[in-house]
């Protein structure tokens, strides 16, 4: 079963740039999740997805954040315009919709560099 | 406050070594509470989890959580190498399925 994967890995960005990170959850996962973690802070979470619903959308900081989810399979986050204190390593997860709520399989990260 | 505290470490073990992991938190509403390892440039996995208090074991892991001093704990025996890695507390409540991370325990454990 393949994990959580995440797209691009890394990605160096100016200030006032957009960028779009892409998260496909494992197969049949109805929760998706999005969490962040900037310098020397812990992991925050920022929105959960059920299916293509947001089901909880209380940790996104700005409306500079935009989470879609179309057809409840993969998910993207945009950020626009990037700002230098959005740099950080974005991680997504995922799980099933009625089993184990905490087991949340994690993705590799996406490493955001805003300069 | 910080809802969830950790000591950051970091923290270097002699292989063979008992380590302990300690997280203190503030949210009496948390009902189950997760142990993640995290490698380099990894995502977290998921060690082990418990709901409400007691203890849980799995092979060298050992998962405490006091609930009346607001106190979880992470045991591991007989340490490897291979447990050098980064360990993170997690809490959540019944109600909503965020979890809150602690900021991170930094384990060596040397040969």
């Known amino acids: 079963e393949a994990g959580v994967t995440q797209f691009p890995s890394h990605s160096v960005i100016e200030k006032g740039q957009t960028v779009t990170l892409r998260c496909d959850p494992i197969?049949?996962?109805?929760?998706l999740y999005w969490y962040r973690r900037v310098m020397g802070k812990e992991i925050k979470f920022l929105l959960h997805f059920v299916k293509e619903s947001k089901q909880d959308e209380s940790g996104m900081p700005n409306n500079r954040f935009l989470a879609e989810r179309t057809g409840g399979t993969y998910s993207t986050l945009k950020v626009q315009p990037a700002e230098l204190e959005d740099s950080g390593v974005y991680f997504c997860a995922s799980s099933r919709a009625s089993e184990d709520p905490y087991e949340q399989y994690f993705g590799p990260g996406t490493r955001l560099t805003v300069t | 406050q910080k809802e969830v505290e950790q000591d950051p470490g970091p923290l270097s073990v002699p292989e063979g070594a008992i380590v302990s992991l300690n997280c203190t938190y503030s949210n009496s509403a948390f009902q189950y509470f997760m142990w993640y390892r995290q490698y380099s440039r990894k995502g977290p996995e998921l060690l082990m989890y418990t709901y409400s208090s007691g203890n849980k074991e799995d092979g060298r892991f050992t998962a405490q959580v006091d609930k009346s001093s607001k106190y979880i704990s992470l045991f591991i025996r007989d340490s490897q190498p291979s447990d050098s890695a980064t360990y993170l507390c997690?809490?959540?409540?019944?109600?909503?399925?965020?979890?809150?991370f602690g900021p991170g325990t930094s384990l060596s454990v040397i040969p």
């Open positions: 997690a809490m959540k409540t019944t109600s909503y399925d965020k979890v809150i």
């Open positions: 197969s049949g996962h109805d929760n």
